[in-house]
């Protein structure tokens, strides 16, 4: 039975399968939005269907046990194959065969040396074009020994190392590490984050201050950059200034921080003048809070405020039921009364007197002391990459034997287990730079 574990832990299909599993897994987690709140995933699709699902840990799955047991699974298989093969590698890469072995290549070409005969000459050619030799001597011959590529027989095993790292350091950055949300009006300072998961808030040792805020845009409207000026404080005293752009974050006490979103907001309620039929009146309306019109004609509520719109400038959207009936209809009002303004519902006709606008930066804060075991497994990733497919390994052997009235038959054994093509081309150089000399 040990046997049998033994070669099901090596088998390629268990690592193919530990491949597949992992893929499944990230495409759920792709499709099923993660780490969200239970009533959202209640409304979202409905209690029976949100109660298997949670239960299943698919709402987190990539930290359920599930997904776990497969990385264990993806892990404990690169390492049996590692065991299992490694030590035959390296014993063919320290291993130096026996003349016998070059003599069975099979034979390329011969060519003739017909000049006066310079060993120093034809060591030079050669060194240039295969590398250092171990020269063997038999009976009149003597013999040049090249082994190309044995680094390469490392390379599968230098990608299970880095993987390995790689899944590590993700594991150790998915539970000593955490995410959060910190949102900031400007002027405002925190140090306070709202975590991603599990659910909660970590108050930092030091406090984060939104300086300014701003946000540029298109001709038509869609944002196309946008900053935060940031003042880092410790003890009341100003530590550090730093601008955190959209993919351009900015790092302090081992933290990151990313602009992740901005909102545009009113510093307080927004007035709007509302006009119905020849009685015209002002409303104070608080941002997503219902306002009831006079005389039970209707509510309104502020829901969204936006400082350009399609390049129109600020304007705010309303949720407008009129007499307390049927749906709330959603429209823009531009805050430029200059402008023609997009249509409105009615009977009440709504026009922006008077809001002024700030703005609410977004912040994904993160710490993640797995980061650096993730770097380092990508970079010895890529030698081992080059090793394994791009390191051609081959044999080659030079025979150098008199024939007499000094002249010498240079004989050319070699072979390659893969590259086919860059074996020829090798031959074909050799062949040219060898007549050449001769």
């Not at 040396?113 to 060993?119: D, F, K, L």
């Not at 000459?121 to 063997?136: D, E, I, N, W, Y």
Request: charged share 20%; proline share 6%.
């Amino acid at each position: 039975m040990l046997s049998k574990l033994w070669n099901g832990l090596t088998s390629i299909r268990l690592a193919l399968l530990s491949l597949l599993l992992v893929a499944i897994a990230s495409i759920i987690g792709t499709l099923l939005p993660q780490q969200e709140s239970w009533n959202y995933y209640q409304e979202k699709f409905g209690s029976l269907l949100a109660e298997i699902l949670w239960r299943l840990g698919l709402f987190d799955i990539y930290r359920s046990p599930m997904f776990l047991a497969i990385i264990g699974l993806l892990i404990l298989n690169l390492i049996a194959c590692s065991l299992k093969r490694l030590p035959e590698a390296l014993r063919l890469f320290q291993s130096r065969p026996g003349l016998e072995k070059f003599q069975s290549l099979p034979k390329r070409f011969r060519v003739t040396w017909s000049r006066p005969y310079t060993p120093n000459l034809l060591a030079h050619t050669l060194h240039r074009a295969l590398g250092r030799p171990l020269v063997v001597t038999e009976k009149d011959s003597t013999w040049y020994l090249y082994r190309l590529g044995r680094w390469g027989r490392l390379g599968p095993y230098l990608i299970h190392l880095s993987i390995i790292i790689v899944v590590l350091g993700g594991l150790v950055g998915k539970f000593w590490g955490f995410q959060g949300q910190m949102n900031l009006r400007e002027g405002q300072s925190a140090n306070v984050l709202d975590l991603s998961n599990p659910q909660g808030h970590k108050t930092l040792d030091f406090s984060v201050r939104l300086d300014d805020f701003q946000v540029h845009y298109y001709p038509n409207g869609t944002p196309r950059e946008f900053r935060s000026d940031l003042t880092f404080m410790k003890q009341g005293q100003e530590v550090k200034q730093a601008v955190c752009r959209v993919n351009d974050p900015v790092s302090f006490e081992h933290l990151t921080f990313y602009q992740s979103s901005y909102q545009a907001v009113p510093q307080g309620p927004v007035t709007l003048e509302v006009t119905s039929k020849d009685k015209t009146f002002t409303i104070e309306a608080p941002l997503k809070q219902r306002v009831m019109l006079p005389d039970n004609q209707g509510m309104v509520i502020l829901w969204r405020v936006e400082s350009n719109v399609m390049g129109l400038g600020p304007a705010v959207q309303l949720a407008y039921r009129p007499e307390n009936r049927g749906h709330p209809m959603i429209f823009w009002v531009l805050a430029d009364a200059s402008r023609e303004q997009p249509q409105q519902p009615g009977p009440h006709m709504f026009r922006v007197k008077n809001f002024d606008l700030t703005y609410s930066s977004g912040l994904m804060v993160k710490y993640d002391p797995g980061v650096w075991l993730v770097y380092a497994g990508f970079i010895s990733m890529l030698p081992g990459f080059w090793l394994a497919f791009f390191v051609p390994r081959q044999r080659w052997a030079v025979a150098v034997q008199p024939q007499g009235k000094g002249k010498y038959a240079l004989t050319v054994y070699g072979a390659g287990d893969r590259h086919k093509y860059a074996f020829q081309q090798r031959l074909a150089r050799l062949q040219a730079k060898l007549e050449e000399i001769a």
